[in-house]
């Protein structure tokens, strides 16, 4: 028998608050917060510290998990900052949280078209987010955004 696990990664009040007609309350999500700690679930995703006046109050309120860890998401330092003087990485990292969760661009398209860097200048973004967090004794997650439609890669 196999000793590894899965772990189960719930995005919902992420995710979940971008649904249409969509619209959580810090109440609604500290609720769900509570039921899916209660169900088991290994990490939450509270949503994006900062982003808007609901997620920031929201981080700002303690969650009293005892099986989940309580996640932020963010995105990759910017190009020509450095990790420790990224603002939206401060901001994660002062979420209250043991665990980040960070996107960033996987498809070459993507890294040259959306953000305007190279693939290295993107690569040493990812690594040096990666390093601030850890750093930082955070547990870290890499969610990578790779699409392709209509088969053109």
Known sequence: MSKEKVYIFDTTLRDG???????????????I?????????DYIEGGWPGANPTDTEFF???QKLDK???TAFGMTKKLGRSADNDPTLSTILNANTKAVCIVGKAWDFHVDVALGITKEENLTN????????VKNKLSFVFNKVFCCFFNIC
């Open 17 to 31: 608050a971008q649904t249409e007609g969509v619209d959580f309350t810090v109440n609604n999500k500290i609720k």
């Open 33 to 41: 917060a509570k039921n899916l700690n209660e169900i088991g679930v």
């Open 60 to 62: 700002n309120t303690p």
């Open 68 to 70: 989940s860890i309580f």
């Open 126 to 133: 990812i690594k040096e987010t990666a390093k601030y967090f």
